[in-house]
């Protein structure tokens, strides 16, 4: 490198020139400071931006960026002064636009001038820690523009008084007020949050506290409703148009506090109108409106909630324990459903699904039902019902909605052993009498009481449909191997039940017709050639015959009647007269059922085969019976039903929970002692606490019966008290 | 950087759990696996790709992370080296991480990016910064786009206005013609003819993949490929068509490796968020950005050359003419021109934009100022007029804008390239000029360096002014001997009677003021303190010692320039 060349050299760098001009920088100012005044007065087209801005950047350069900037500094403030005086004389209207007209000025005039001192906000500012030129330019409009004091209340008044407007129904110029608060927002939020916001708040709360008062004095529970929804559409709708997307939430909190949360309790229980009633009157809409406005409150689905409830509680507790209801078990649990479909149906449809309510309508029915005692045997009979005849002629998928309404009455049942009984006895009925509708329905409902409560609940009603398959099979080999021989005689269906699947029943055999005894001795051999090792009893009471008769005037009829009629029936085949005495000697036939039997038999119109004398409803000791000759009917077959009761009488029912209390007892034993096994050592309560556990989806034991079985096992020495503890039990084994 | 800073490595955690040995005449493989990292350093600042594979398809990376070589694979990746999980050699890096510290090395260098160039970066935002381009960044990460910021047109900062729009598969990119045309001979061919006048094309076959164009075209712009491994054959068939050659070697390369890497796939189960990283440096030179637009460049200022002459031979008939010869020179898409003493550069305003805030600011303003009002006669570009400026010094300087590099540099145009880098906002370029310079001031007379000192104070270039100091505190007797040297002192803002700086105490936090910003003296007394290596607890005393020393300088300085003025006045001579 050539040292020659820059021999000539100077301290001065070449730049340094201008600086020699000692008035430099006074002139390069003004030259700015004119640019400025241009700008702001819209003349900026005559204006170099390159020599602008190499000034500028000269300035800054030879450090008198001090300068440029306080001159800035004082320019733009005389200019925003000005600004404001224009602005404090609009008038009326017109102030707003105005403020908005130069504020857009301002802005265009601010990145111009940022522009043009680009260098000094690139080298200067960051290293002096001062404003940036456009933050500077938003901070000075804020302190000279909106905190002017003849501004800023104006402006705050003039934007509450546009809102106010607004919610009276007038229009207003909706782009200028976004206009004005997006220039608040710009400044900065917190400006826009102390000096709009907040005090829009307070007006907002003030107004809607007063239109609430006067909506809750004059409308109904649904218009009031009504009118809450649209304004609070409105106020969302309104920070969407023109407001900053923060305040939404505070303003509809603003809303909701005035206009439902000081008012829940008595929109909930308003009367003629309020949540019961629409719950009453299936007000869907209304009831979805209540639950989206409550809903942004923090307790108003709880209050929802726990109207609802209770209302169904009073409800279900008048249907269970009305006696007028008690009479049909059929309609009883029809009324459960529909009680329930409704419910349902304004959940899913007005209360979103929602999981909380689909709770507490769940307890409120397991609550209720569980108040009569009686809920799982009308259950049972409302399924035999559907079952036996309800079911004819619907489809499939029907049937499967029926059973699975059935299936949830039974979830809340407490005592589902109760139900199982008369469930068996139900079934057991269906099964021998053939009058079920559908296997496939009846299969159906077994299998979901399987995947409710397990295998073992309904192992015995499975056996009992193996039981009825295999008699079905004994008795086609029986007329194979001996079916030539009683071709003759009346044929037989036997159907073998096993002792322990069905519903224990005393045994009263009763004397059989000798023509029937024969095929029965027949069958007896041919079983137990079969199967070695086994007993057979006969189950007269349970069986069904079909007779052929011939009446007076030769007409014949075949009669279905039941075993007991048979034989009776069958004496008159001998004699034309027979006394009580007489057929209860000849049939040994249960004196109850004998006079069921007869009672059907002579009793029913149109079906009395029999004559009675003398002629009364009921059958006595000393009353005397007839072969009626001039028994007619329309029809070839005749069915002579037994009368039976349907629902059990108070003894039977009597009996039946007896037998369901002393089912019990093993299984409530089996508990403790599982129990006891696993833990070894533990306390009464606890002892309690985990057997309800145990069979709660069974039934719902009682402490003072467990306390019982404790003290049996401790006498049995399954369990010994503990020495020192008496409280305590031990597992001994 | 604080992520950084955030995982704990400890002292002995370098000792490496190899033996570290020198390996002088390694390549950057051997060094890497060797832990040699003086040798990797030199190489690395040598230029070296650091994502470079050898012949077994490794990267230098992998083997320092194999043999746990933690400072050696800090500087791979402090140097750009890919470690994102999401790719090929990344995947493998962690795979064969020795231990758990080089993983959490790997996993804090995962989240940033290599860092680009400036020139990458500053055409990459200008790429990302159109409204279309950046709806798919915010797609692909799961934002929701903001509305509001998309309508502003050319006057928003962050935008410089695209002058095409691609439509693939329904959905726009946008770019700027000049870049394509830069980077692909077959975009130049289709600018030069079918789309010459068009603003929009719409691609209607369906086989074109949005995601695989995009790609591309951010890769044009920035160098750098970031692509699903998923859209990589669809991107080599585009590069066939775009006649991206070497791009298209290294894919094809690659698409063997990921059909190699297939067991991975049972891992990640979402193949499509595999990703394949490329940064420009893995390409021939030939082929990468600097160059391609190093090449617009020359074809503009031959353009502009031409219409010079022509100008200057038939002034008259200058409308006829360029339009006749438009057909004739090589199109260089140039869409502004720039006056700058008497000669008229054609450039391209997405470059100017992009690299100099200043440019972006006066193109998108100049409706709002006089440079809207004339247009020149000779063509229809827009042109702006810069003054105070050299034709050589605007020269280098485009240089540097379209190539983020000075080729050489007479030190003669050193200081008005700092004034041109100061006043345009290229403040890399300072750098550039800074290293270019300094090899020249190691025999440069101490009046001349008294004389850089002043200017890199003033233009904030941090390299010299730091030299300088140096050499002045080193030779201070020197110095004080040298008129010029007191002559400056007296230019110079007093120094700071902060005690901070001079005493041992501790400054307050925050108080610090960056070096660039500092008072001149100040430093020079600290340089001075340092290269006199006094005692701590002497420091004050030397301090003082100096000032005393400094104020005595100025005196002198002050009654020679009261002679030198004297000396003026009474005669034109100039001493030395």
Request: proline fraction near 3%.
């Amino acid at each position: 490198m050539s040292a020659q060349k820059k021999r000539n050299f100077q301290i001065e760098a070449f730049k340094h020139r201008v600086v020699v001009d000692p008035k430099y920088a006074e002139k390069t100012w003004k030259i700015l400071e004119h640019a400025i005044h241009e700008i702001y007065n819209h003349n900026a087209s005559g204006l170099s931006f390159e020599e602008l801005y190499r000034n500028a950047y000269n300035m800054v350069l030879h450090k008198f960026g001090e300068k440029l900037y306080s001159g800035l500094v004082s320019t733009m403030t005389s200019h925003l002064k000005e600004i404001a005086n224009s602005i404090e004389t609009a008038q009326g209207g017109l102030f707003l636009e105005e403020l908005n007209r130069k504020w857009a000025e301002h802005n265009k005039a601010l990145q111009m001038i940022r522009d043009i001192l680009m260098y000094m906000d690139r080298t200067f500012i960051p290293s002096t820690h001062k404003t940036p030129v456009h933050e500077l330019g938003l901070n000075l409009w804020r302190d000279h523009i909106i905190h002017s004091i003849k501004i800023h209340k104006r402006l705050q008044e003039t934007l509450l008084e546009l809102v106010q407007h607004e919610r009276t129904g007038e229009v207003i110029n909706r782009g200028l007020m976004r206009n004005v608060t997006k220039m608040l927002m710009d400044l900065g939020s917190s400006v826009y949050q102390e000096d709009f916001e907040k005090p829009f708040l307070d007006v907002s709360s003030d107004f809607y506290r007063l239109e609430s008062q006067q909506f809750i004095e004059c409308c109904d529970c649904g218009d009031y409703l009504k009118k809450a929804e649209k304004r609070l559409n409105e106020e969302i709708e309104r920070v969407s148009h023109y407001l900053d997307t923060k305040s939404e939430p505070k303003l509809t909190n603003v809303v909701e506090k005035e206009m439902i949360e000081s008012h829940m309790h008595r929109l909930v229980h308003m009367e003629n109108s309020g949540l019961v009633n629409m719950i009453v009157n299936d007000k869907y809409e209304d009831l979805g409106r209540m639950y989206n406005l409550f809903r942004r409150v923090s307790t108003g689905l709880l209050l929802i909630r726990d109207v609802m409830t209770s209302h169904i509680r009073e409800i279900g507790k008048q249907l269970v324990t009305d006696p007028e209801r008690l009479k049909d078990p059929v309609d009883f649990v029809q009324r459960l459903l529909d009680e329930k479909d409704k419910h349902d149906k304004i959940i899913s449809s007005a209360f979103n699904n929602d999981k909380t309510f689909q709770n507490a309508l769940n307890s409120s029915f397991e609550y209720f039902i569980n108040l009569n005692p009686r809920s799982p045997e009308f259950i049972s009979l409302f399924v035999d019902d559907k079952l036996r005849k309800g079911l004819k002629g619907v489809t499939e998928e029907d049937v499967e909605i029926v059973l699975d309404k059935v299936m949830m009455l039974f979830r809340y049942l407490q005592e589902k052993d109760v139900f199982e009984k008369y469930y068996k006895q139900h079934l057991a009925k269906r099964l021998l009498s053939g009058k079920t509708v559908s296997d496939d329905a009846e299969r159906s409902l077994i299998v979901k009481l399987k995947t409710e409560c397990g295998y073992q609940f309904t192992s015995k009603l499975e056996g009992m449909f193996t039981d009825m398959k295999t008699s079905q099979d004994t008795m086609q080999g029986f007329h194979a191997a001996v079916g030539a021989e009683i071709a003759e005689g009346p044929s037989l269906t036997v159907q073998v039940l096993t002792t322990g699947s069905w519903p224990t029943q005393s045994v009263n055999t009763c004397n059989l017709p000798s023509e029937i005894l024969g095929v029965c001795d027949k069958f007896k051999t041919y079983y137990l050639g079969t199967h070695t090792g086994r007993r057979l009893s006969w189950q007269t009471n349970m069986g069904t015959a079909d007779l052929k008769a011939t009446f007076g005037k030769g007409q014949k009829h075949e009669l279905n009647v039941s075993t007991y009629q048979m034989c009776i029936l069958m004496l008159f085949n001998n004699a034309d007269r027979l006394s009580y005495k007489e057929i209860e000697q000849a049939t040994e036939i249960p004196a109850s059922d004998l006079k069921r039997c007869l009672q059907s038999l002579a009793c029913v119109k149109g079906k009395n085969v029999l004559r009675k004398e003398p002629m009364s409803k009921d059958i006595a000791e000393d009353d005397a019976f007839y072969f009626n000759d001039k028994f007619s009917s329309k029809f070839y077959k005749v069915k002579i039903g037994t009368v039976v009761a349907q629902k059990e009488s108070e003894p039977e029912k009597q009996e039946t929970r007896q037998r369901v209390e002393e089912d019990r007892k093993p299984q409530i034993e089996a508990a403790i002692v599982r129990i006891m096994k696993s833990r070894r050592v533990l306390d009464h309560n606890n002892v309690v606490a985990e057997v309800t556990k145990q069979l709660q989806s069974r039934f719902l034991p009682n402490p003072v019966v467990i306390k019982k079985r404790i003290e049996s096992l401790i006498e049995r020495e399954f369990l010994e008290r503990d020495k020192t503890d008496r409280k305590l039990y031990r597992y001994l084994a | 950087m604080s992520d950084l800073d955030d995982i704990f490595l400890d002292a002995d955690d370098f000792n490496s759990c190899l033996p570290l040995k020198k390996v002088p005449y390694g390549d950057v493989f051997e060094a890497s696996r060797a832990g040699d990292v003086d040798r990797l350093k030199y190489l690395l600042e040598s230029g070296v790709n650091v994502n470079a594979r050898d012949q077994w398809d490794s990267v230098a990376l992998y083997y320092a992370c194999l043999a746990g070589h933690l400072d050696a694979a800090r500087m791979l990746l402090e140097s750009g080296a890919i470690c994102s999980e999401h790719t090929f050699d990344g995947d493998r890096c962690h795979y064969a991480a020795l231990n758990l510290k080089v993983r959490k090395l790997l996993k804090a260098f995962e989240a940033r990016p290599p860092p680009l160039g400036p020139l990458q970066a500053a055409l990459r935002d200008t790429f990302l910064a159109c409204w279309a381009n950046r709806s798919f960044l915010e797609q692909s990460e799961g934002q929701v786009p903001i509305s509001g910021n998309s309508e502003n047109g050319g006057s928003s900062p962050s935008h410089f206005p695209p002058d095409v729009v691609f439509y693939v598969q329904g959905r726009p990119i946008e770019a700027h013609r000049v870049i394509l045309t830069a980077r692909s001979p077959f975009f130049k061919k289709k600018f030069q003819t079918e789309w010459k006048d068009r603003k929009e094309v719409r691609f209607s076959r369906e086989k074109l993949s949005y995601h695989a164009l995009y790609s591309l075209i951010h890769f044009f712009y920035s160098d750098r490929l970031d692509i699903a491994v998923d859209d990589m054959e669809d991107l080599v068939r585009i590069c066939k068509v775009c006649k991206c050659r070497s791009l298209q070697k290294v894919l094809e390369k690659e698409l063997i490796h990921q059909k190699y890497a297939e067991y991975k796939a049972l891992r990640d189960v979402d193949n499509s968020q595999k990703r394949f990283i490329l940064q420009g440096i893995s390409l021939p030179e030939d082929d990468r950005l600097p160059n391609a637009l190093h090449k617009i460049l020359q074809i503009a200022l031959v353009n502009s050359n031409r219409e010079q002459n022509l100008k200057l031979d038939v002034d008259g008939l200058i409308c006829l003419v360029s339009s006749m010869q438009i057909s004739e020179f090589e199109e260089d898409h140039a869409d502004v021109c720039v006056r700058v003493d008497k000669k008229i550069f054609r450039c391209h305003q997405v470059v100017l934009a992009s690299r100099s805030e200043y440019f972006k600011a006066r193109l998108s303003r100049m409706k709002d100022f006089l440079e809207g009002r004339g247009c020149l006669p000779d063509n229809a570009l827009p042109c702006i007029e810069e003054h105070d400026l050299t034709v050589g010094a605007f020269e280098k300087m485009i240089e540097y804008m379209y190539t983020d590099g000075l080729k050489d540099i007479d030190p003669d145009q050193a200081e008005e390239m700092f004034d041109a880098a100061s006043r345009y906002l290229l403040f890399p370029l300072k750098r550039v000029v800074a290293d270019a310079l300094l090899p020249h001031l190691e025999m440069v007379s101490p009046a001349e360096l008294c004389h850089w000192l002043v200017l890199s104070d003033m233009y904030g270039v941090i390299k010299i002014r730091e030299y300088c100091l140096d050499a002045m505190a080193c030779n201070f007797e020197t110095f004080a001997d040298t008129q010029e040297f007191r002559a400056m002192l007296l230019t110079l803002p007093p120094p700071s009677g902060d005690s901070s700086l001079r005493t041992t105490a501790p400054s307050a936090p925050g108080a610090e003021m960056s070096t660039a910003e500092g008072n001149v003296l100040d430093d020079l007394r600290e340089k001075w303190l340092e290269a006199e290596a006094a005692e701590l607890d002497e420091r004050d005393e030397s301090a003082l010692l100096f000032d005393k020393r400094l104020e005595m300088l100025m005196h002198i300085a002050e009654q020679e320039r009261a002679n030198g003025l004297e000396c003026n006045e009474s005669g034109e001579q100039e001493p030395i």
